[in-house]
Every structure is written in structure tokens, then in C-alpha cells.
């Protein structure tokens, strides 16, 4: 405690720092350099360039764990930490991020609001998602949840003209500034009940505590039900598809995914890390909420007409999948939760892109109908969300069956049959709903659509989704043994 | 590569040759897929002639490391078993193939394509020795399935074709569970990931455990035989296809099903395959298949709906042998599996034929049709003759071999299964009746022509092979002897001990029973 700063320090906080500096660079510059419409795609590029030196520093970070063999790097007095898990989820959200920064420029074209500070607010969203991942200490875990969850309140809102845009982000902000209220005031029990904000502390403080002290299953519920109502999970969903639907949909790709795999990496870090000799308390607690999700998710989904409300309610289920892992909570479910995240963030993403290919001046596309008949009007469209359907329902050879694979292979580990097979059949269900686009797509007549105008942003997009979801999927060797060893180290 | 790889990834090179031709060459594309089915069947025939009937191992055995850290291989290789159900795959596809000439004029080439991948998918699934491989092979099938009845199936096809995917999705997933409970198991005692089936079969479990994964890999090979309750999938699904489909899914797709009890069941949970409890469960779900569908044969309106309940009163004979567990269910049940893929193909076929012809199912459409159509009328009598089990023809071998079986293990059991037999005969005779003799009472039926020289040409090679299993089926039995030994063996061990003298290839009881009896 002597000495506040080291130079390590500033290692660790690296990433950030630059992705906050290359987002406030870009509001700067979008005023001042680029003022003309005309000249915003050059922010992508700069937005690009910020991602590259957050992916170097990430990979130097990585670097430096491997060489040294040391498995953490803590920074400023414990309340960092950069380990496998941090650099995994940090990777996953630079590709999120990039993914997202090339996919939007044509959809923010076709809307008319096409401004700099969308790019300058990706980049700070995922600067908030960087403490969410490496954060140790309350105060900096929150501030990151924040940061992230107030950017995104704006993004959301990011069409002003759109009276849903509009609606989303004030559902979004209301319930979101309630559930903030939930967590902060976990945190303040967590606080109160061991005297220390640092994560190590907190967990060394409650292991002496009995299980049934009722200050600490208050703590417990109210910062899972926080961290809960950020991943989307149910019952604490009910922004989600009024949120997803109304958000421009780059921004509902982002939300979905790396918005969800940012909160899940704190919720990880919360119950495995610093709760786990409470285990017995919130596994139940848990439990239900993944039942609920799954099952709310999947029958909901079934009886929708707006595509991206039934994604929205498809994601609701995947956040159940992913917290299947975190209930198991043995090495492979941890694998699990890592690799369904990354795999959601390409498989995800690439459905939404083809929406966002399909848009249209004056075509909504968001409506299932809409994309009657697909197949004979831009086949490869049609094909590409098929790839990326199969995946999300877990078919092999897709990426997603990867991901399936390592969920139910926890739970088998762990003897935890009925939620096995609970989860098992819910793919099953599953399949309906997202077939039911697959049916409408190749099967349909063909409607009005018109052939989706091919832009180059597009078309990195969709070969960046496309090639990792089949990649995962046909050989995952590489992935399994990056997050092996580096979650696992 | 071994040539059991090259006769697996043939259809996909074909694939890949077809989707490069575009799409407005029809005709190129159907002779392409045709040459594509034969090149299959002759990629089959160097294992077929170097098979070594001797050996009851896995052969052409191929194995190369797919993702090492899990423990998932691509490990390829047969046994009689699997060998002659890749054959009937190979055979059934020249006969879709052909079949569908005149009937797919629409999406032509995504039609090929999705026959192609759906070949490939099949003989993956008979080929595969690990067992995440043989999953992802068996969820390959479904796709393209799913596509043939939802484009180019009947009225009902989208309700037909997504409740098949559900119906099989759902058994697969819980099968899933199953197979990673194994992995778990060779995991803990040995400290070895692998899917590999010659590694499972060292696991010893517990009982419990053992019944557990049993009934999570049943429900995803009886949903897909399917066994009585799982089988209501099937009516719709085989009666909405196009032709060729249901002819797939008759010949080849409910064999993935038995195949499975036989390949992974049975040897990998041998205490739980003999219990006591399972086998009669079984056992009275395979009779209540074998009754229950042939009554609901006899009450059908539907030509196609009546064969395609045919099918599950013949897959709980296959079922029936097989969880009879001696040497003559199990080989009975093979061969019958063979047997009901022929059969059943060409009564298919037989339907298809009247279909594209009046575009309509209902048996009471239709009346004299012997009179108009004499080749038409002899064919299907030869493939009533033969799904009914009429003594030369195949049928007969394979249901008197399983009823043989059946009597061994218990007397009562082959008697409940016998009036199925003879319900058999009658629906299937009773069919032949009402559509081929009589008068010709519709006006609409007096100018069918009769079956063209492509048509004979599908049907020929399913009589050809149907005469040749029902006068010498003994190539057949010995094919399959020494795999079948091995299974009963294995669960039922020194059982050959018991029964002097052990069979050898020359005078085992199989061989010398039915193959000598004719």
C-alpha cells in the first residue's frame, strides 16, 4: 500500500486506456476533423486502429502471463487483475467491438444518423466491459458497469428520430438504473459485511461466515439479481425485447452479445471466485433462474413475428445455456461459458448482420414475413443465416454444438441430470422457432424484399462470422486450447 | 486414404462437381447425380469384394486426430453389419436417384444436392467408430431430410418436416447426454478423453448408471426406428415426402435406429441390455409395434400412409430380434432391416409410380389397375409378395429367422409376434386388391400407361437383390455371423460355451438353418 503506482500498473490498465483514449479522440475528432457527413467512415478506420492497439496490448499482456508463467498480474493495489480469464473476455471484446464498428457504417447510412460519436461510444462501452472483465474491487467493478451501461442507454436511443428507438432506450435506462440500485446496494452489503472493497478480501471474509447469515443471502440475491438483469436472464428480462427491438440493430448485436459476456465475466468472477464457499446458497437461486430462462426464452420465441424480438428471447435462453455452465462450476463449465460466449459473438452477430444487410430505406426487414422467399432473391443471404441458425440451435458441424457440447459435458460431470436434460430438450424447442425463419426463407414465396445492395463492410462481416462459425464448429482444436490454457492456467 | 474413406466422402466430392453446375442445366444436373448414386455404389464394391467374412473386427479401418484435446477422432471403419447397411444406403440412393427424373422438375439442383448430402450423412452414420463423429453424422441427416419433405413433399410437408426434426432432434439431444456420460466415465477410470467404441467397451459402470445411459441412447434410436410410442412422426413424414425420400427414410434412415441398439446398446451396456426389465419393456414395445402398426394398416384410406405404417409394424420384428438376444434375432433382425429396405423401397416406389400418375393416394381412386398395367401389377405383386414374407423371397428369410430367435428366448413372444405375419399378409394382399383387380371403375384410371423403361430400370435392381437374399441368403449370414457372435457374446457372456459345439463359419446353427432350408 506504500506505493500507489507502479509501472506495472499501467500495464494492466493498458487496453483501457487506450480504448478510451482512441473514443475520446474520436468525439474530438468527429467535431473537428470530419465534420462533413461524408467523411465519418474515416472514424471506422480510426475506431479499427484503437481496436488493433487494444488487441496488441491484450496479446502483450498475454504474453508477458506466458513468459513469466505467472498466472495473474494484479494492478493499483489489488484492484485489477489481468489474468487468462480477463485477456479471453478482452479478446472477445475486441472482435465484438470491431465486428460491430464495420457492420454499422451502411445501417446508420440507410437511417440517415450516421454520426461520429456512435464509434467514440463503441469504444467506451467496451472500455466499461474491460473492468467488468479484469475488475477486483467494487468500486471499479460498478464505475465499469456504468460506464458500459450508460453508453449503451445511448446507443440504444441512437436513432432519435425512431419513436421505438426512443421507447427502447427509456425502458432500457428506467430498468436498468433499477437493477444498477440492486447491485450497488449488494456491493454495499458485501462492504459492510467484511470492511474491504477488494474481491480477495471479501471472499477470505465470507469463508467464515455461516451459510445462513441473513445479511449475507441479502448481499447474494441483490447482486445477482443486478448482475442478472444485465445478462438478460430470466426473470429479470423484461427490457430485452423491447430493447433489442427498437435498438438500431448493430447496436442489439452488440447489447446481446458482448454486453451479456461482459456481465457474465463478473458474475463468474462474483460467485465462482469470491462467493464460492457459499456455493449452497446461490446455486439454487441460480438454478431457477436458468429454468426460467430457458423456458422463457424458448416458449416466448416460439409464437413471435419480429425477428428481432425473437432473437432477443432466443438470446434470453442462451443466457440460461451460459449460466448452465457457472451452476456446474468445474473446469469444463467454465470452458464452457467461455467458449459458448465467444461462439455467440460470431454466431450472433452474423444473424443480426444479415438483417442489417437486408435494411432497406423504408424496409423495416425486422418482420419474419419480410424475408419470404430469400432464398430465391440473394441465396447466399439465405444460406449464411442458415449457417448461423443451425449454430445458434447447436446443430454440429457448427460452432455452436461446440459450445453445447461443453454446457451439457459440466453438467453430466457434475450430476446434474434433470437440468441436463431440461436443457437438452429445450434445443429441441428451440429448433422450431429458428426454423421457422430457415422455413420461411428457403420455403416461402418469395415477397417484396428487395436483393440487399453488397458493401464491403458487409461483406468482412459476414466472412468474419461465417468462417469462425464453421471453423469452431469443423475444428475447434486451436480455441478449446487457447481458453484451455489460458482459463484454465 | 483407405477405400473405406474414399467410398464415404464419394457422394461429397460428387457434391461439390454439382453445385459447380449451374443451375439451368437440368438435364446435365440429373445425369450428373445419377452417374454421382453409381459412383457411390461402385466406391462401395473393393470393400465388398475384399470384405474378410472371417474376421469379426472392425475392418478398413481408418483413424486420424480431429480435435485431440476432447478426445474426438475420425475413426472410420465396418463390420458385416455396418458394411451391408452401407450397401442397401448405396443401392437405395441409385434407386432415388433414378426415380426422380420426371417427378423434381423444380430446384432441381438444390434437390440432387440434398440427396447427395443426405448419402453422405447416412453412410457417415453406419461408418463411424466414434462416437461424437457418428453424431455429427447423424444430425447431418436431418437437415437435408428436413429439406426434401418441406420443398418437395406433399400438401402437409411443412408440418410433416418439422415435426420429423423435432421428433429426431429431441432423441438426439437426450442420446447426446448419453454418449457424454460415457466419455465422463472412460474420463474418470481411465484418465483418457475418447469416443472411441473399442475404448467405451472396457467401461465399467454401475448399474444404475448403466440403465441411465440406456434409456437416453433409447430414446434417440427408438424415436428414429421408430419404436410404438415414438413412431408418430413416421405416418407424416413418409406420407408427405416426395418418392425418393420416403424411399431414403424407409430403406435407410429407420435402420440408423436398430443400427445404433446394435453397434452402441448393446455392447457398450451389456448388463443393461439383459435386464430383465429392459428387455421386456422392449420386447412389448416391439410386439405392440409389430400388431399395432399392422392393424393400423388395415384400417388406412391412404395407399402411401398404409405402407408407411407397414414400416413400423416391420421395424418391431427388427427390434423384436434384436432383443431376443441370441444369434438368430440378432442376424434375423440384420437381415430384415436389408429386407424391409428393399421391400418397403419398392412398395414406395410402387406408390410413387400410381402417384405421379394420378396425383392422388386415396386407395379408392384407383380399381383394375392390372388390367391397364401388367408390368406395374407384377412388380408390385413381387413387392407384396416380398414385404408379406412369402417363402423364396427375402421377406420370408428374415422374418422366420427373428421368429426362430424370438422362440429361443421365449415361446410366448414368438407367438404374440406371429398373427403380425399374417396381418401383414392381409393388409398388404387386401391393398393389392382393391387397387389392381376389379373392374376399372374411374374413367380416369382406363389410360394409364404402363411402367416406362427408366421405371423398370429403378425397380430391377431391388427385385434382383430381393431373389437373391430370399433363394441364398448364406453370403448374407455369413457376413454378419461372426459381428453378431461378438455382440451376443458380449452381452451375454459364454453364451456359445453353453450351446455345443461353438459355431464356426462352416456348421453354425444360423448358416446351416436357413441357408440349407431352401
Known amino acids: ?489 | 486414404m483407405s477405400p473405406l474413406s474414399l467410398a464415404l466422402w464419394t457422394p461429397a466430392a460428387c457434391l461439390l462437381v454439382l453445385l459447380a453446375l449451374p443451375a439451368a442445366q437440368k438435364a446435365a444436373i440429373k445425369i450428373w447425380a445419377n452417374v454421382s448414386a453409381l459412383l457411390g455404389l461402385a466406391a462401395l464394391l473393393p470393400l465388398l469384394l475384399r470384405f474378410d467374412k472371417s474376421n469379426g473386427g472392425f475392418q478398413f479401418v481408418e483413424r486420424a486426430e480431429w480435435i485431440p484435446s476432447l478426445g474426438i477422432q475420425y475413426y472410420v471403419g465396418v463390420d458385416g453389419i455396418s458394411l451391408l447397411l452401407m450397401a442397401l444406403t448405396a443401392v437405395t440412393g441409385v434407386v432415388a436417384t433414378l426415380c426422380s427424373w420426371d417427378a423434381v422438375n423444380e430446384r432441381v439442383k438444390q434437390y440432387y444436392a440434398m440427396l447427395l448430402l443426405l448419402q453422405t450423412g447416412m453412410l457417415g452414420v453406419f461408418a463411424s467408430l466414434d462416437f461424437i463423429l457418428f453424431y455429427v453424422f447423424w444430425e447431418l441427416v436431418l437437415v437435408p431430410m428436413y429439406f426434401l419433405i418441406g420443398v418437395w413433399g406433399g400438401p402437409r410437408r411443412l408440418y410433416a418436416a418439422i415435426k420429423f426434426f423435432l421428433y429426431t432432434l429431441a432423441g438426439s439431444v437426450l442420446m447426446l447426454l448419453g454418449i457424454l456420460t460415457l466419455y465422463f466415465q472412460h474420463w474418470t477410470q481411465f484418465g483418457t478423453p475418447t469416443f472411441e467404441i473399442d475404448a467405451l467397451l472396457r467401461l465399467s459402470m454401475p448399474f444404475w448408471m448403466q440403465q441411465w445411459v440406456f434409456w437416453s441412447l433409447f430414446i434417440g434410436f427408438a424415436i428414429k426406428v421408430p419404436m410404438f410410442p415414438f413412431h408418430t412422426w413416421l405416418p407424416d413424414a413418409h406420407t408427405e415426402a416426395p418418392t425418393a425420400g420416403s424411399v431414403i427414410l424407409a430403406a435407410v434412415l429407420l435402420k440408423m435406429g436398430t443400427y445404433g441398439f446394435l453397434r452402441f446398446s448393446l455392447p457398450l451396456l451389456p448388463q443393461a441390455s439383459v435386464d430383465r426389465t429392459i428387455v421386456q419393456v422392449l420386447v412389448a414395445l416391439s410386439i405392440v409395434a409389430i400388431l399395432y402398426g399392422a392393424l393400423v394398416c388395415l384400417m388406412q384410406q391412404d395407399w402411401k400412409r398404409l405402407v408407411a405404417y407397414s414400416s413400423v409394424s416391420h421395424l418391431g420384428f427388427c427390434t423384436l430380434g434384436i432383443f431376443s438376444l441370441n444369434p438368430n434375432g440378432i442376424a434375423g433382425s440384420v437381415i430384415q432391416q436389408l429386407n424391409h429396405g428393399i421391400s418397403t423401397g419398392m412398395l414406395f416406389l410402387i406408390v410413387g409410380v400410381a402417384y405421379e400418375r394420378r396425383h392422388t393416394r386415396e386407395i379408392s381412386e384407383y380399381s383394375g389397375l392390372a388390367h391397364r398395367m401388367p408390368l406395374f401389377a407384377t412388380v408390385f405383386a413381387f413387392a407384396m409378395l416380398s414385404s408379406a414374407g412369402l417363402p423364396l423371397l427375402n421377406g420370408f428369410v428374415g422374418e422366420f429367422t427373428i421368429l426362430q430367435g424370438a422362440f429361443e428366448a421365449n415361446p410366448v413372444w414368438a407367438g404374440l409376434a406371429v398373427p403380425g405375419v399374417v396381418l401383414g399378409a392381409a393388409y398388404l394382399l387386401w391393398l393389392y386388391q382393391r387397387t389392381m383387380f376389379g373392374e376399372i371403375t374411374n374413367a380416369k384410371n382406363a389410360l394409364l400407361p404402363d411402367l416406362s423403361g427408366r421405371e423398370l430400370a429403378v425397380f430391377a435392381p431391388l427385385i434382383v437383390w430381393a431373389l437373391w437374399i430370399g433363394l441364398y441368403p448364406k453370403p448374407y449370414f455369413e457376413m454378419i455371423e461372426r459381428p453378431v457372435a461378438k455382440i451376443v457374446e458380449r452381452v451375454r457372456p459364454g453364451y456359445f460355451q453353453e450351446r455345443q459345439p461353438v459355431p464356426i463359419l462352416a456348421s453354425s446353427p444360423i448358416t446351416s438353418q436357413s441357408g440349407g432350408s431352401r
Open chain 1, 1 to 489: 500500500m506504500s506505493q500507489y503506482y507502479t509501472p506495472s500498473d499501467h500495464f494492466a490498465l493498458l487496453p483501457a486506456l487506450l480504448l478510451a483514449l482512441f473514443g475520446c479522440s474520436i468525439l474530438l475528432l468527429d467535431f473537428f476533423a470530419l465534420p462533413q457527413p461524408r467523411q465519418k467512415r474515416w472514424l471506422i478506420l480510426f475506431a479499427m486502429l484503437g481496436e488493433t492497439f487494444a488487441g496488441v496490448a491484450l496479446y502483450r499482456q498475454y504474453r508477458f502471463l506466458e513468459d513469466q508463467s505467472l498466472p495473474s498480474l494484479r494492478a493499483f493495489s489489488d484492484s485489477l487483475v489481468i489474468d487468462g480469464f480477463s485477456i479471453f473476455f478482452n479478446a472477445m471484446f475486441v472482435a465484438a467491438a470491431a465486428l460491430m464498428a464495420v457492420i454499422s457504417y451502411r445501417y446508420l447510412e440507410v437511417e440517415g444518423e450516421h454520426h461520429g460519436e456512435f464509434y467514440g461510444l463503441v469504444l467506451m462501452a467496451q472500455c466499461g466491459m474491460f473492468f467488468l472483465a479484469s475488475g477486483t474491487e467494487l468500486v471499479t467493478l460498478f464505475i465499469g458497469l456504468e460506464l458500459m451501461a450508460v453508453t449503451f442507454y445511448v446507443l440504444v436511443g441512437f436513432l432519435r428520430s425512431d419513436r421505438r428507438s426512443n421507447e427502447a432506450a427509456m425502458k432500457y435506462l428506467l430498468l436498468g438504473a433499477f437493477s444498477s440500485g440492486f447491485l450497488a446496494y449488494g456491493f454495499s452489503l458485501l462492504y459492510a459485511l467484511s470492511g474491504s472493497t477488494r474481491l480477495t478480501r471479501i471472499a477470505a471474509d465470507l469463508s467464515q461466515r455461516p451459510a445462513s447469515d441473513p445479511l449475507l443471502l441479502l448481499a447474494l440475491v441483490t447482486t445477482s439479481v443486478g448482475l442478472l438483469f444485465k445478462v438478460g436472464a430470466a426473470p429479470f428480462h423484461m427490457w430485452a425485447p423491447d430493447a433489442y427491438e427498437g435498438a438500431p440493430t448493430p447496436v442489439t448485436a452488440y447489447l446481446s452479445v458482448a454486453s451479456k459476456a461482459a456481465s457474465v465475466a463478473l458474475l463468474v468472477r462474483l460467485l465462482m471466485g469470491t462467493l464460492d464457499s457459499h456455493r449452497v446458497s446461490w446455486e439454487p437461486l441460480l438454478s431457477v433462474a436458468v429454468v426460467l430462462s430457458l423456458t422463457i426464452g424458448n416458449l416466448s420465441a416460439l409464437s413471435q413475428t419480429n425477428l428481432k424480438r425473437l432473437l432477443a428471447f432466443s438470446s434470453i435462453s442462451h443466457a440460461g445455456y451460459v449460466l448452465l455452465g457457472l451452476i456446474a462450476g468445474n473446469r469444463t463449465g467454465l470452458m464452457g461459458i467461455s467458449v459458448y460466449l465467444l461462439t455467440y459473438t460470431f454466431m450472433n452477430t452474423g444473424a443480426f448482420l444479415v438483417l442489417i444487410a437486408l435494411r432497406q430505406k423504408g424496409m423495416p426487414g425486422d418482420d419474419i414475413d419480410e424475408l419470404s422467399g430469400l432464398f430465391h432473391r440473394s441465396p447466399v443471404h439465405a444460406l449464411l443465416m442458415a449457417l448461423f441458425l443451425l449454430s445458434l440451435a447447436g446443430i454440429p458441424p457448427t460452432a455452436g454444438f461446440i459450445a453445447k457440447y461443453y454446457i451439457f459435458l459440466s453438467l453430466v460431470e457434475t450430476g446434474h441430470y434433470a437440468l441436463a436434460i431440461a436443457a437438452a430438450l429445450y434445443v429441441a424447442v428451440s429448433i422450431y422457432y429458428y426454423f421457422r425463419i430457415v422455413r420461411t426463407m428457403f420455403l416461402g414465396e418469395p415477397g417484396q424484399l428487395l436483393p440487399a445492395i453488397p458493401g464491403w463492410g458487409a461483406r468482412l462481416g459476414f466472412l468474419i462470422t461465417a468462417a469462425a462459425t464453421l471453423a469452431i464448429g469443423l475444428y475447434p482444436e486451436p480455441i478449446v486450447q487457447f481458453a484451455g490454457t489460458s482459463l484454465l492456467r
